[in-house]
Protein backbone atom coordinates (compact mmCIF):
# COMPACT_ATOMS: atom_id res chain seq x y z
CA UNK A 1 0.00 0.00 0.00
CA UNK A 2 1.34 3.28 -0.93
CA UNK A 3 2.61 5.01 2.14
CA UNK A 4 2.22 8.59 3.30
CA UNK A 5 4.28 11.31 4.97
CA UNK A 6 3.81 14.38 7.02
CA UNK A 7 5.70 17.40 6.49
CA UNK A 8 7.20 20.33 9.20
CA UNK A 9 8.51 23.39 7.93
CA UNK A 10 11.07 24.55 10.80
CA UNK A 11 11.95 28.27 10.46
CA UNK A 12 12.04 31.08 7.24
CA UNK A 13 14.67 29.47 5.02
CA UNK A 14 13.05 25.82 5.01
CA UNK A 15 9.80 28.02 4.16
CA UNK A 16 11.51 29.23 1.49
CA UNK A 17 12.46 25.71 0.15
CA UNK A 18 9.49 23.84 1.33
CA UNK A 19 7.37 26.79 -0.30
CA UNK A 20 9.07 25.74 -4.13
CA UNK A 21 9.01 22.08 -3.41
CA UNK A 22 4.98 22.44 -2.68
CA UNK A 23 5.06 23.94 -5.91
CA UNK A 24 7.37 21.48 -7.99
CA UNK A 25 4.88 18.87 -6.65
CA UNK A 26 1.57 20.84 -7.49
CA UNK A 27 3.22 21.32 -11.50
CA UNK A 28 3.34 17.47 -11.79
CA UNK A 29 -0.12 16.73 -10.38
CA UNK A 30 -1.23 19.36 -13.23
CA UNK A 31 0.45 17.20 -16.06
CA UNK A 32 -1.52 14.59 -17.08
CA UNK A 33 -1.84 11.67 -14.66
CA UNK A 34 -0.13 8.67 -16.61
CA UNK A 35 3.31 10.40 -16.94
CA UNK A 36 3.29 11.15 -13.16
CA UNK A 37 5.71 8.61 -12.01
CA UNK A 38 5.81 10.29 -8.30
CA UNK A 39 2.93 9.81 -6.08
CA UNK A 40 1.19 12.95 -4.16
CA UNK A 41 2.65 11.10 -1.16
CA UNK A 42 2.53 14.40 1.36
CA UNK A 43 -0.55 15.76 0.12
CA UNK A 44 -3.82 15.37 1.37
CA UNK A 45 -6.11 12.97 -0.37
CA UNK A 46 -9.08 14.95 -1.39
CA UNK A 47 -7.58 18.41 -1.64
CA UNK A 48 -4.11 17.88 -3.00
CA UNK A 49 -2.81 20.81 0.06
CA UNK A 50 0.04 19.82 1.27
CA UNK A 51 0.00 17.60 4.46
CA UNK A 52 2.19 20.19 6.31
CA UNK A 53 3.02 21.69 9.23
CA UNK A 54 4.79 24.97 9.63
CA UNK A 55 6.63 26.74 12.50
CA UNK A 56 7.15 30.41 11.85
CA UNK A 57 7.85 33.63 13.48
CA UNK A 58 6.05 36.82 13.72
CA UNK A 59 6.14 38.79 10.05
CA UNK A 60 7.75 35.72 8.33
CA UNK A 61 4.16 33.93 7.31
CA UNK A 62 3.60 37.71 4.90
CA UNK A 63 -0.02 37.90 4.63
CA UNK A 64 -1.08 33.85 5.33
CA UNK A 65 -2.96 33.99 8.89
CA UNK A 66 -2.18 31.84 11.89
CA UNK A 67 -3.73 28.81 11.49
CA UNK A 68 -5.53 29.80 8.22
CA UNK A 69 -4.73 29.02 4.62
CA UNK A 70 -5.31 32.34 2.75
CA UNK A 71 -4.32 36.33 3.30
CA UNK A 72 -5.79 38.48 5.91
CA UNK A 73 -9.13 39.75 4.77
CA UNK A 74 -8.41 43.99 4.58
CA UNK A 75 -9.63 45.63 7.82
CA UNK A 76 -12.89 47.99 6.74
CA UNK A 77 -12.58 51.95 7.30
CA UNK A 78 -15.94 54.16 7.71
CA UNK A 79 -13.66 56.78 8.44
CA UNK A 80 -12.47 60.17 6.45
CA UNK A 81 -9.82 59.12 4.39
CA UNK A 82 -6.59 61.64 3.29
CA UNK A 83 -3.53 61.31 0.85
CA UNK A 84 -0.13 62.52 1.45
CA UNK A 85 2.47 62.20 -1.11
CA UNK A 86 5.99 61.08 -0.23
CA UNK A 87 9.61 62.86 -1.81
CA UNK A 88 12.08 60.91 -2.91
CA UNK A 89 10.45 57.47 -2.18
CA UNK A 90 9.25 54.80 -4.14
CA UNK A 91 6.67 51.79 -3.49
CA UNK A 92 9.94 49.25 -3.66
CA UNK A 93 11.98 51.58 -1.78
CA UNK A 94 11.97 48.84 1.08
CA UNK A 95 12.69 46.28 -1.12
CA UNK A 96 15.94 47.78 -3.05
CA UNK A 97 17.18 48.69 0.63
CA UNK A 98 16.84 44.64 1.59
CA UNK A 99 18.59 43.80 -1.86
CA UNK A 100 21.68 46.18 -1.01
CA UNK A 101 21.85 44.98 2.40
CA UNK A 102 21.97 41.12 0.77
CA UNK A 103 24.05 42.30 -1.78
CA UNK A 104 26.65 43.58 0.44
CA UNK A 105 26.74 40.85 2.57
CA UNK A 106 27.49 38.69 -0.35
CA UNK A 107 30.24 40.50 -1.29
CA UNK A 108 31.51 40.34 1.82
CA UNK A 109 31.67 36.91 1.97
CA UNK A 110 33.33 36.99 -1.44
CA UNK A 111 35.75 38.65 -0.70
CA UNK A 112 36.65 36.78 2.63
CA UNK A 113 36.35 33.71 0.83
CA UNK A 114 38.84 35.12 -1.69
CA UNK A 115 41.02 35.83 1.36
CA UNK A 116 41.27 32.55 2.70
CA UNK A 117 42.23 30.76 -0.08
CA UNK A 118 38.58 29.94 -1.09
CA UNK A 119 38.62 29.58 -4.97
CA UNK A 120 36.19 30.98 -7.22
CA UNK A 121 34.66 34.59 -5.99
CA UNK A 122 30.90 33.51 -6.45
CA UNK A 123 27.92 31.18 -8.13
CA UNK A 124 27.78 34.26 -10.63
CA UNK A 125 31.78 34.68 -11.50
CA UNK A 126 32.49 30.64 -10.73
CA UNK A 127 29.48 29.81 -14.08
CA UNK A 128 30.75 29.69 -17.78
CA UNK A 129 30.73 32.65 -19.72
CA UNK A 130 27.94 31.42 -21.54
CA UNK A 131 25.67 31.14 -18.45
CA UNK A 132 23.05 33.47 -18.94
CA UNK A 133 23.09 35.65 -15.88
CA UNK A 134 19.72 36.11 -14.33
CA UNK A 135 17.57 39.09 -14.40
CA UNK A 136 18.48 41.56 -11.75
CA UNK A 137 14.53 41.80 -10.98
CA UNK A 138 13.54 38.71 -10.71
CA UNK A 139 12.25 37.51 -7.37
CA UNK A 140 13.51 40.88 -5.58
CA UNK A 141 10.26 41.87 -4.82
CA UNK A 142 9.36 38.93 -3.09
CA UNK A 143 10.07 39.27 0.57
CA UNK A 144 8.57 36.38 2.53
CA UNK A 145 8.24 32.54 0.96
CA UNK A 146 4.45 33.41 1.39
CA UNK A 147 4.24 35.46 -1.29
CA UNK A 148 5.44 32.78 -4.22
CA UNK A 149 3.89 29.81 -2.86
CA UNK A 150 0.72 30.03 -5.18
CA UNK A 151 -0.38 26.90 -3.56
CA UNK A 152 -3.40 26.28 -0.92
CA UNK A 153 -2.40 25.51 2.28
CA UNK A 154 -4.92 23.92 5.14
CA UNK A 155 -5.79 25.52 7.80
CA UNK A 156 -4.13 23.67 10.02
CA UNK A 157 -0.60 24.36 8.54
CA UNK A 158 0.37 27.49 9.77
CA UNK A 159 1.57 27.96 13.06
CA UNK A 160 2.73 31.55 13.99
CA UNK A 161 5.21 31.45 17.12
CA UNK A 162 4.52 34.96 18.54
CA UNK A 163 7.14 35.23 20.90
CA UNK A 164 9.88 36.41 18.36
CA UNK A 165 9.81 38.43 15.32
CA UNK A 166 11.13 37.88 12.38
CA UNK A 167 13.12 40.47 12.07
CA UNK A 168 14.61 43.63 13.56
CA UNK A 169 16.96 44.35 16.20
CA UNK A 170 16.07 42.36 18.85
CA UNK A 171 13.23 39.53 19.65
CA UNK A 172 14.43 37.19 17.38
CA UNK A 173 15.02 33.23 17.33
CA UNK A 174 18.75 33.28 17.64
CA UNK A 175 19.90 30.73 19.83
CA UNK A 176 19.65 26.90 20.16
CA UNK A 177 18.23 27.17 23.75
CA UNK A 178 15.55 29.49 23.19
CA UNK A 179 13.96 27.15 20.41
CA UNK A 180 14.40 23.91 22.63
CA UNK A 181 12.95 26.12 25.50
CA UNK A 182 9.21 26.91 22.97
CA UNK A 183 8.86 23.27 22.31
CA UNK A 184 9.18 23.12 26.27
CA UNK A 185 5.89 25.04 27.07
CA UNK A 186 2.97 23.03 27.13
CA UNK A 187 0.56 25.02 25.19
CA UNK A 188 3.57 24.97 22.30
CA UNK A 189 3.63 20.96 22.47
CA UNK A 190 -0.13 20.72 22.55
CA UNK A 191 -0.70 23.05 19.73
CA UNK A 192 2.04 21.18 17.49
CA UNK A 193 0.66 17.51 18.88
CA UNK A 194 -2.94 18.71 17.76
CA UNK A 195 -1.96 19.53 14.15
CA UNK A 196 0.01 16.14 14.06
CA UNK A 197 -2.19 14.07 15.30
CA UNK A 198 -5.05 15.68 12.61
CA UNK A 199 -2.60 14.83 9.44
CA UNK A 200 -1.52 11.48 10.87
CA UNK A 201 -5.67 10.53 11.40
CA UNK A 202 -6.02 11.43 7.63
CA UNK A 203 -3.43 9.24 6.15
CA UNK A 204 -4.35 5.34 5.09
CA UNK A 205 -0.81 4.45 6.31
CA UNK A 206 2.11 6.85 6.93
CA UNK A 207 5.25 6.07 6.57
CA UNK A 208 6.85 8.55 7.89
CA UNK A 209 8.13 12.48 8.66
CA UNK A 210 9.98 14.85 6.13
CA UNK A 211 11.39 17.33 8.72
CA UNK A 212 12.49 20.66 7.02
CA UNK A 213 14.57 22.71 9.38
CA UNK A 214 16.92 26.44 9.67
CA UNK A 215 20.14 24.72 10.45
CA UNK A 216 21.75 27.98 11.39
CA UNK A 217 18.85 29.99 13.43
CA UNK A 218 16.97 29.30 17.25
CA UNK A 219 14.76 26.73 14.92
CA UNK A 220 17.76 24.38 14.97
CA UNK A 221 16.95 24.03 18.87
CA UNK A 222 12.77 24.03 17.86
CA UNK A 223 13.63 21.04 15.39
CA UNK A 224 15.76 18.92 18.15
CA UNK A 225 12.53 18.84 20.15
CA UNK A 226 10.39 18.37 17.57
CA UNK A 227 12.57 15.14 15.96
CA UNK A 228 12.27 13.99 19.68
CA UNK A 229 8.63 13.93 19.94
CA UNK A 230 8.48 12.48 16.53
CA UNK A 231 10.69 9.96 17.97
CA UNK A 232 8.97 9.04 20.78
CA UNK A 233 5.49 9.03 19.39
CA UNK A 234 5.51 7.74 16.17
CA UNK A 235 8.42 5.07 16.98
CA UNK A 236 9.09 2.81 13.85
CA UNK A 237 8.37 5.63 11.70
CA UNK A 238 10.62 7.14 8.98
CA UNK A 239 11.99 10.62 10.17
CA UNK A 240 13.81 12.17 7.48
CA UNK A 241 15.47 15.62 8.15
CA UNK A 242 17.18 18.22 6.33
CA UNK A 243 18.98 21.21 7.82
CA UNK A 244 18.87 23.80 5.43
CA UNK A 245 21.34 27.45 5.83
CA UNK A 246 20.80 30.23 3.84
CA UNK A 247 23.71 30.57 1.05
CA UNK A 248 25.03 33.62 1.99
CA UNK A 249 25.67 34.93 5.50
CA UNK A 250 26.42 37.98 7.36
CA UNK A 251 30.35 38.10 8.17
CA UNK A 252 29.88 41.81 9.71
CA UNK A 253 28.12 40.88 13.31
CA UNK A 254 31.04 38.96 14.83
CA UNK A 255 28.57 37.37 18.28
CA UNK A 256 25.92 36.38 15.09
CA UNK A 257 28.96 34.16 13.27
CA UNK A 258 29.73 32.61 16.98
CA UNK A 259 25.52 32.00 17.09
CA UNK A 260 25.66 30.25 14.17
CA UNK A 261 28.30 28.07 14.12
CA UNK A 262 26.90 26.55 17.79
CA UNK A 263 23.57 26.04 16.10
CA UNK A 264 24.79 24.37 13.71
CA UNK A 265 26.42 21.90 15.19
CA UNK A 266 24.22 21.48 18.42
CA UNK A 267 21.42 21.00 15.69
CA UNK A 268 23.42 18.38 13.58
CA UNK A 269 23.86 16.42 16.82
CA UNK A 270 20.43 16.40 18.54
CA UNK A 271 18.84 16.07 14.61
CA UNK A 272 20.68 13.15 13.61
CA UNK A 273 20.41 11.51 17.15
CA UNK A 274 16.56 11.72 16.73
CA UNK A 275 16.14 11.30 12.87
CA UNK A 276 16.09 8.09 11.02
CA UNK A 277 18.41 9.87 8.52
CA UNK A 278 20.10 13.60 8.53
CA UNK A 279 21.55 15.50 5.60
CA UNK A 280 22.68 19.42 5.70
CA UNK A 281 21.41 21.02 2.31
CA UNK A 282 22.96 24.08 0.96
CA UNK A 283 24.49 26.00 -1.58
CA UNK A 284 26.81 27.49 1.11
CA UNK A 285 30.55 26.64 0.88
CA UNK A 286 30.89 26.41 4.46
CA UNK A 287 29.15 25.87 7.70
CA UNK A 288 32.15 26.61 9.56
CA UNK A 289 33.71 30.01 10.92
CA UNK A 290 35.63 30.51 7.67
CA UNK A 291 34.00 31.90 4.76
CA UNK A 292 33.97 29.68 1.00
CA UNK A 293 31.90 30.75 -1.69
CA UNK A 294 28.99 29.27 -2.87
CA UNK A 295 28.40 26.58 -5.24
CA UNK A 296 28.29 27.30 -8.41
CA UNK A 297 27.11 25.36 -11.37
CA UNK A 298 27.48 25.16 -15.13
CA UNK A 299 24.59 25.83 -16.85
CA UNK A 300 22.84 27.84 -14.09
CA UNK A 301 23.49 31.50 -13.08
CA UNK A 302 21.76 32.79 -10.16
CA UNK A 303 22.00 35.52 -7.74
CA UNK A 304 23.46 33.44 -3.91
CA UNK A 305 22.18 36.61 -2.43
CA UNK A 306 18.39 35.99 -2.93
CA UNK A 307 16.84 33.25 -1.14
CA UNK A 308 14.21 33.62 -3.96
CA UNK A 309 17.20 31.72 -6.38
CA UNK A 310 18.84 29.31 -3.58
CA UNK A 311 15.88 27.98 -2.45
CA UNK A 312 14.55 27.10 -5.91
CA UNK A 313 17.78 25.28 -6.79
CA UNK A 314 17.52 23.36 -3.37
CA UNK A 315 13.75 22.57 -3.51
CA UNK A 316 14.49 20.68 -7.13
CA UNK A 317 17.21 18.51 -5.79
CA UNK A 318 14.87 17.86 -2.41
CA UNK A 319 12.03 16.69 -4.89
CA UNK A 320 14.66 14.51 -6.85
CA UNK A 321 16.24 12.78 -3.86
CA UNK A 322 12.56 12.13 -2.22
CA UNK A 323 12.15 9.92 -5.00
CA UNK A 324 12.63 6.68 -4.27
CA UNK A 325 9.83 6.59 -1.32
CA UNK A 326 7.00 8.58 -3.63
CA UNK A 327 7.09 5.89 -6.59
CA UNK A 328 4.28 4.69 -7.84
CA UNK A 329 5.97 1.76 -9.29
CA UNK A 330 7.75 1.02 -5.70
CA UNK A 331 7.14 -0.07 -2.03
CA UNK A 332 9.91 1.20 -1.13
CA UNK A 333 9.76 3.15 2.33
CA UNK A 334 11.62 6.22 3.80
CA UNK A 335 12.69 4.02 6.38
CA UNK A 336 13.88 1.42 3.89
CA UNK A 337 16.01 4.74 2.23
CA UNK A 338 17.16 5.46 5.49
CA UNK A 339 18.53 1.91 6.82
CA UNK A 340 20.57 1.75 3.25
CA UNK A 341 22.46 4.57 4.73
CA UNK A 342 22.44 4.74 7.84
CA UNK A 343 24.25 2.12 8.99
CA UNK A 344 27.13 1.14 11.43
CA UNK A 345 25.70 4.57 13.04
CA UNK A 346 26.13 7.10 10.25
CA UNK A 347 22.94 8.61 10.26
CA UNK A 348 24.44 11.80 8.31
CA UNK A 349 24.62 11.89 4.96
CA UNK A 350 25.35 14.43 2.30
CA UNK A 351 24.09 14.75 -0.98
CA UNK A 352 25.32 15.63 -4.56
CA UNK A 353 23.52 17.17 -7.25
CA UNK A 354 23.90 18.01 -11.10
CA UNK A 355 21.41 20.58 -11.69
CA UNK A 356 20.64 20.38 -14.79
CA UNK A 357 22.26 17.28 -15.88
CA UNK A 358 24.49 18.15 -18.30
CA UNK A 359 23.47 15.80 -21.75
CA UNK A 360 23.18 16.88 -25.17
CA UNK A 361 20.04 17.28 -27.07
CA UNK A 362 18.70 14.09 -28.31
CA UNK A 363 21.63 11.82 -26.99
CA UNK A 364 21.51 8.82 -25.27
CA UNK A 365 22.26 7.95 -21.43
CA UNK A 366 25.14 6.08 -22.23
CA UNK A 367 26.47 8.61 -24.55
CA UNK A 368 25.98 11.33 -21.84
CA UNK A 369 27.73 9.38 -19.00
CA UNK A 370 31.01 8.68 -21.10
CA UNK A 371 31.77 12.20 -21.14
CA UNK A 372 32.43 11.76 -17.58
CA UNK A 373 34.59 8.68 -16.94
CA UNK A 374 36.73 10.58 -14.76
CA UNK A 375 34.21 12.36 -12.43
CA UNK A 376 30.63 12.57 -12.01
CA UNK A 377 29.41 15.58 -12.92
CA UNK A 378 27.78 16.74 -9.40
CA UNK A 379 28.34 19.45 -6.81
CA UNK A 380 28.66 18.68 -3.42
CA UNK A 381 25.46 20.86 -1.46
CA UNK A 382 26.08 19.87 1.88
CA UNK A 383 28.80 22.27 2.85
CA UNK A 384 32.17 21.22 2.29
CA UNK A 385 34.59 21.54 0.23
CA UNK A 386 33.90 19.63 -3.08
CA UNK A 387 36.12 16.51 -2.86
CA UNK A 388 36.80 14.53 -6.37
CA UNK A 389 37.42 11.09 -4.73
CA UNK A 390 35.29 8.41 -5.96
CA UNK A 391 34.88 6.81 -2.35
CA UNK A 392 31.54 5.88 -0.33
CA UNK A 393 30.08 3.65 1.87
CA UNK A 394 26.88 3.81 0.62
CA UNK A 395 24.85 5.91 -1.68
CA UNK A 396 21.14 6.68 -3.08
CA UNK A 397 21.17 7.81 -6.58
CA UNK A 398 18.29 9.11 -8.97
CA UNK A 399 18.12 10.69 -12.38
CA UNK A 400 15.06 11.92 -13.76
CA UNK A 401 14.35 13.73 -17.23
CA UNK A 402 15.60 10.53 -19.24
CA UNK A 403 13.34 7.60 -21.00
CA UNK A 404 13.67 3.82 -19.99
CA UNK A 405 14.91 2.69 -23.18
CA UNK A 406 19.17 3.20 -23.51
CA UNK A 407 19.44 4.09 -27.25
CA UNK A 408 22.86 2.26 -27.21
CA UNK A 409 24.77 0.65 -29.78
CA UNK A 410 22.73 -0.68 -32.93
CA UNK A 411 23.06 -4.13 -33.91
CA UNK A 412 25.91 -5.20 -36.02
CA UNK A 413 27.72 -2.26 -34.53
CA UNK A 414 30.67 -2.45 -32.36
CA UNK A 415 29.79 -1.08 -28.88
CA UNK A 416 31.43 2.16 -27.84
CA UNK A 417 31.76 1.32 -24.55
CA UNK A 418 30.48 -0.84 -21.94
CA UNK A 419 27.28 1.49 -21.29
CA UNK A 420 26.30 1.05 -24.54
CA UNK A 421 25.81 -2.56 -24.26
CA UNK A 422 23.65 -2.55 -21.46
CA UNK A 423 19.52 -2.94 -22.37
CA UNK A 424 17.88 0.11 -20.33
CA UNK A 425 19.13 3.35 -18.75
CA UNK A 426 18.67 1.83 -14.82
CA UNK A 427 21.44 -0.83 -15.78
CA UNK A 428 23.31 1.85 -17.68
CA UNK A 429 23.25 3.91 -14.03
CA UNK A 430 23.76 1.34 -11.83
CA UNK A 431 26.88 0.07 -14.37
CA UNK A 432 28.36 3.40 -14.38
CA UNK A 433 27.88 4.25 -10.46
CA UNK A 434 29.40 0.55 -10.07
CA UNK A 435 32.52 1.92 -12.22
CA UNK A 436 32.62 4.82 -10.21
CA UNK A 437 32.53 3.98 -7.06
CA UNK A 438 34.02 0.42 -6.80
CA UNK A 439 32.94 -1.19 -3.53
CA UNK A 440 30.41 0.85 -2.66
CA UNK A 441 26.96 -0.33 -1.83
CA UNK A 442 24.34 1.89 -4.44
CA UNK A 443 20.72 2.00 -5.14
CA UNK A 444 19.35 3.74 -8.12
CA UNK A 445 16.08 5.14 -9.89
CA UNK A 446 15.63 6.72 -13.40
CA UNK A 447 12.83 8.48 -14.00
CA UNK A 448 11.29 9.40 -17.41
CA UNK A 449 9.63 12.73 -15.39
CA UNK A 450 11.91 15.63 -15.40
CA UNK A 451 12.17 18.35 -12.70
CA UNK A 452 9.45 21.12 -13.71
CA UNK A 453 10.79 24.71 -14.03
CA UNK A 454 8.03 26.66 -15.98
CA UNK A 455 7.36 29.78 -14.50
CA UNK A 456 7.15 31.20 -11.77
CA UNK A 457 10.09 28.94 -10.73
CA UNK A 458 13.01 31.40 -11.52
CA UNK A 459 15.00 31.64 -15.58
CA UNK A 460 17.95 31.14 -14.22
CA UNK A 461 18.80 28.65 -16.92
CA UNK A 462 22.06 29.34 -19.59
CA UNK A 463 20.61 30.21 -23.12
CA UNK A 464 22.84 27.25 -23.91
CA UNK A 465 19.45 25.00 -22.33
CA UNK A 466 16.79 24.21 -24.66
CA UNK A 467 13.37 24.14 -23.10
CA UNK A 468 13.28 20.57 -21.81
CA UNK A 469 16.38 21.51 -20.40
CA UNK A 470 19.31 19.66 -22.26
CA UNK A 471 22.24 20.96 -24.20
CA UNK A 472 22.11 23.08 -27.30
CA UNK A 473 25.25 22.85 -29.86
CA UNK A 474 25.22 26.93 -29.71
CA UNK A 475 22.80 29.57 -28.39
CA UNK A 476 19.50 29.96 -30.31
CA UNK A 477 19.47 33.25 -32.52
CA UNK A 478 16.53 35.01 -30.03
CA UNK A 479 15.80 34.61 -26.66
CA UNK A 480 13.67 31.54 -26.90
CA UNK A 481 11.07 30.30 -24.34
CA UNK A 482 11.08 30.01 -20.85
CA UNK A 483 12.65 26.42 -19.58
CA UNK A 484 10.15 24.14 -18.98
CA UNK A 485 11.81 21.20 -17.54
CA UNK A 486 15.30 20.21 -16.78
CA UNK A 487 16.88 16.36 -16.10
CA UNK A 488 18.64 16.01 -12.57
CA UNK A 489 21.09 13.77 -10.82
CA UNK A 490 20.97 13.83 -7.51
CA UNK A 491 22.22 11.65 -4.46
CA UNK A 492 22.42 11.04 -0.83
CA UNK A 493 25.60 9.57 -0.01
CA UNK A 494 27.26 8.11 3.23
CA UNK A 495 30.52 8.90 2.67
CA UNK A 496 33.88 10.07 3.89
CA UNK A 497 33.75 13.45 3.02
CA UNK A 498 31.65 13.23 6.06
CA UNK A 499 34.10 12.90 8.13
CA UNK A 500 35.95 16.63 6.92
CA UNK A 501 32.04 18.29 7.61
CA UNK A 502 31.68 17.16 10.96
CA UNK A 503 35.70 17.17 12.23
CA UNK A 504 35.99 20.79 10.94
CA UNK A 505 33.09 21.90 12.92
CA UNK A 506 34.25 19.80 15.96
CA UNK A 507 37.84 21.85 15.73
CA UNK A 508 36.11 25.61 15.09
CA UNK A 509 33.91 24.76 18.28
CA UNK A 510 37.28 23.89 20.31
CA UNK A 511 38.56 27.56 19.60
CA UNK A 512 35.33 29.30 20.77
CA UNK A 513 35.82 31.07 23.88
CA UNK A 514 32.73 30.19 25.80
CA UNK A 515 33.27 33.35 28.20
CA UNK A 516 32.57 35.62 25.27
CA UNK A 517 29.08 33.72 24.10
CA UNK A 518 27.34 33.94 27.55
CA UNK A 519 24.28 35.39 26.23
CA UNK A 520 24.14 32.07 24.33
CA UNK A 521 24.45 29.49 27.46
CA UNK A 522 21.96 31.60 29.07
CA UNK A 523 19.37 31.38 26.88
CA UNK A 524 18.94 27.35 28.17
CA UNK A 525 22.04 25.69 26.37
CA UNK A 526 24.12 24.28 29.79
CA UNK A 527 27.97 24.46 29.42
CA UNK A 528 28.37 20.72 30.78
CA UNK A 529 25.67 19.79 27.84
CA UNK A 530 27.36 21.98 25.41
CA UNK A 531 30.66 20.26 25.80
CA UNK A 532 28.69 16.90 25.67
CA UNK A 533 27.47 17.58 22.29
CA UNK A 534 30.72 18.62 21.53
CA UNK A 535 32.28 15.15 21.84
CA UNK A 536 28.98 13.38 20.37
CA UNK A 537 29.90 15.62 17.37
CA UNK A 538 33.47 14.28 17.16
CA UNK A 539 32.66 10.64 17.95
CA UNK A 540 30.20 11.17 14.89
CA UNK A 541 32.93 11.78 12.39
CA UNK A 542 34.59 9.23 13.44
CA UNK A 543 31.78 6.94 12.00
CA UNK A 544 33.22 8.29 8.45
CA UNK A 545 37.13 7.95 9.15
CA UNK A 546 38.73 6.10 6.43
CA UNK A 547 42.73 4.93 7.06
CA UNK A 548 43.22 7.30 4.30
CA UNK A 549 41.05 10.08 5.66
CA UNK A 550 42.36 10.03 8.95
CA UNK A 551 46.08 11.30 7.17
CA UNK A 552 45.15 14.18 5.98
CA UNK A 553 42.15 15.02 7.77
CA UNK A 554 43.71 18.02 9.16
CA UNK A 555 44.47 20.08 6.80
CA UNK A 556 40.82 19.65 5.25
CA UNK A 557 39.59 20.59 8.55
CA UNK A 558 41.51 23.80 8.21
CA UNK A 559 40.63 24.33 4.71
CA UNK A 560 36.90 24.28 5.83
Sequence with gaps: MPGSAVTLQLGPYAGWVGAHWWRLQDNALRGPAEASELRPAALLRDTHTPRLVALELKGAAGSLRDGGAEPEAPVAWDGDVAAYLERGGSA?????????????AARGEEAAAEGAGGGSASAEGAAPALAQAAAPQEGSRVQVWSDQLHVQLHPKSLYVISQYMHDGACGCLEAFGQGESLLQHPGCVEELED????????????????????????????????????????????????????????????????????????????????????CPLSLSGSLGLRPQPPVAFPYISYDASLHYHSSAILA????????????????????????????????????????????????????????????????????????????????????????????????????????HTCEGTEQVLQHYLHTAFPGAFSTSQVLEQPCPTQP?????????????????????????????????????????????????????L??????????????????????????????????????????????EGDSD
Excluded at 97 to 104: D, N, P, Q
Excluded at 525 to 554: I, K, M, P
Aim: contains cysteine.
Design 195 to 278: RLHFYVEECDYLQGFQVLCDLHSGFSGVGAKVTELLYDEYSGKGILTWGLTPALRDLADYQKSFYRLMNTALGIVHLSRHSSLF
Design 456 to 508: PYPQIFSPLLSREGFLLDKPPPSSSAAVGSIPVLAALQSSPVLHTLLSSLYKD
Design 92 to 104: GSRTEEEEKRRGA
Design 316 to 419: AVLDTLTAPYRLWSSQASMMHLAETLNFSGRKVVAAWASVPFPALQGSSLPDALCAYQQDVPWKLLSSCRDRKSSCCFAQSVVLRGFGKESHGSCAGNQPLSPL
Design 510 to 555: QKVNTRRCLSFFSAGVEEDDFHEALQELRTLSECYETGLEAGDSED
